[in-house]
């Protein structure tokens, strides 16, 4: 009974939610993107849930790259993960994604400058080096598409980049599979994933 105890005082809860409202690509401004961080930071501190909660605001590229890849590196094997993205996803024409900085852009040829974005290679890099093999990745995103690609139905869909991301200790939810071109309505007051969870192609943004 008290080498039970001991292994349950070890294991850890953690979370790391990011809320990037903006970037230099010329898309509408995300107002949800630090709500949904917040409504979610109170859900988990609000139930008793035992999670540590860390949140994140439009930080600075190499921050947000270095939190991110520790986040999940320094971590034990019993130890639960939750991770939130809150923002643009970006597929550009390699058909990866890539997840918007608040400094993201594109060059003067109207290339997507992918050194300015958190490529979810990188993410998928961290995660699969991570030692927790309990982890749940939250996409609450507005995908698009750069000005490179011919938007197709097969060039929409972000299924394939997220059976990449799957994994047999992870979780990935996502607000939706398509790339979208609507923003939210500004009246709408309640957490958008949360609301959406469940469909499909839902044309709004985080």
């Not at 010329?26 to 008793?48: C, F, M």
């Not at 947000?64 to 130890?79: G, M, P, W, Y």
């Not at 709408?188 to 943004?205: I, Q």
Request: net charge negative; glycine share 6%.
């Amino acid at each position: 009974m008290q080498l039970g105890s001991d292994v349950n005082k070890s294991m850890a809860k953690v979370a790391l939610l990011v809320g990037i409202s903006t970037c230099e690509v010329g898309l509408p401004l995300l107002n949800r993107a630090r709500t949904n961080v917040e409504v979610l930071k109170r859900a988990l501190q609000g139930t008793n849930s035992g999670f540590d909660v860390k949140t994140l605001h439009d930080p600075p590229l190499p921050e947000l790259t270095e939190i991110v890849e520790q986040f999940f590196r320094h971590r034990e094997h019993d130890d639960q993960i939750l991770f939130l993205f809150s923002g643009y996803g970006i597929k550009d024409t390699d058909d990866q994604l890539y997840l918007a900085a608040p400094t993201t852009a594109l060059d003067d040829r109207g290339n997507l400058i992918r050194a300015r974005t958190l490529p979810a290679s990188f993410l998928q890099n961290v995660m699969d080096s991570s030692p927790a093999w309990r982890q749940v990745v939250i996409f609450d995103c507005c995908f698009r598409l750069t000005p490179g690609i011919q938007p197709t139905e097969d060039s929409g869909s972000m299924e394939d980049v997220f059976d990449h991301l799957i994994g047999d200790r992870r979780v990935i939810l996502s607000a939706s599979t398509r790339t979208q071109q609507e923003t939210e309505p500004e009246n709408l007051d309640a957490w958008s994933y949360t609301r959406y969870h469940g469909r499909r192609g839902c044309n709004r943004c985080g």
